[in-house]
């Protein structure tokens, strides 16, 4: 089977699980997973409580429990017009708590915001969204508090069969929604694609791009005017390197970031 053909695509949108907080990052990424997703699959929203941040202040931890009550009513309203979803309210460490909470959902796909945390100083990312990302088993969708319902859906590819499983779901998208699908191909950098591409085989339909600059410059650029950015992880199951094309993406880019897991 060649790598283009491989990983079911329409599963990743099956079972999505979006954390949830006050933060216009936090419903953007709400909102573009339940505009993306199949009306059949399965969406859940999750607030997570601190509680060990509480301490025995009762007055404190109501006044968080009714910020995370109010987070999911307001994110629930933000997406009704596009999907269904469910609603949890959790207690514990955030990280440990969601990524239990995507084993136990079984979940596809986890979505997230940047600037999702309050600690994250000097981290586009936020401490959150970038142990998500490093930590979960699943793909997952981050995304800024930007919106744009213009633009294609670009598909960074370099040969490998992270790049082939993303193709896979970009191309899955594109033709559901009617969406325009871009694959950009970097050439420039250190690591410049490998042997397993070609414009013969990628398929002569696809609209390619080859660009001379690295893979994170050419990745974050396209993202301005794209509507959604894909890219394959290299690391599945693992954790993935700070150094990482997806995560240098996902912490520049202009446009939600789907890694491919």
């Given at each position: 089977m060649s790598q283009l053909e491989t990983g079911p695509a329409a599963t990743v949108w099956d079972r999505v699980l979006c954390a949830v907080d006050q933060t216009p990052a936090s419903i953007h990424a709400a909102r573009t997973?339940?505009?993306l997703m199949p009306a059949a699959a399965r969406l859940t929203l999750c607030t997570v409580v601190h509680g060990g941040a509480l301490g025995a202040d009762v007055s404190l931890e109501r006044?968080?429990?009714r910020?995370?009550?109010?987070?999911l009513t307001h994110a629930q309203a933000e997406i009704e017009a596009f999907h269904d979803a469910e609603?949890?309210?959790r207690e514990g460490r955030p990280v440990r708590r969601l990524l239990d909470e995507l084993s136990a959902e079984r979940a596809t796909l986890v979505t997230v915001g940047r600037h999702s945390d309050s600690g994250a100083a000097g981290d586009t990312l936020g401490e959150l969204a970038t142990a998500i990302l490093h930590e979960a088993v699943c793909s997952v969708l981050v995304a800024?508090?930007?919106e744009r319902d213009y633009g294609a859906v670009v598909v960074g590819f370099d040969g490998s069969g992270g790049a082939g499983r993303a193709l896979a779901v970009g191309r899955e998208l594109s033709a559901r929604l009617a969406l325009v699908l871009r694959v950009l191909v970097a050439t420039g950098g250190p690591h410049p694609p490998g042997p397993g591409w070609s414009r013969h085989e990628l398929g002569t339909e696809l609209d390619v791009v080859e660009d001379p600059r690295t893979a994170v410059?050419?990745?974050i650029e396209a993202s301005h005017?794209?509507?959604?950015?894909?890219l394959g992880s290299r690391h599945l199951g693992g954790v993935m390197a700070r150094s990482s094309v997806s995560e240098q993406a996902a912490r520049g880019a202009g446009c939600p970031v789907l890694v491919i897991r």
């Open positions: 997973a339940a505009r006044s968080r429990t910020e995370a009550q109010d987070a609603l949890q309210l800024g508090a930007a410059d050419a990745l005017t794209a509507r959604l950015l894909i």
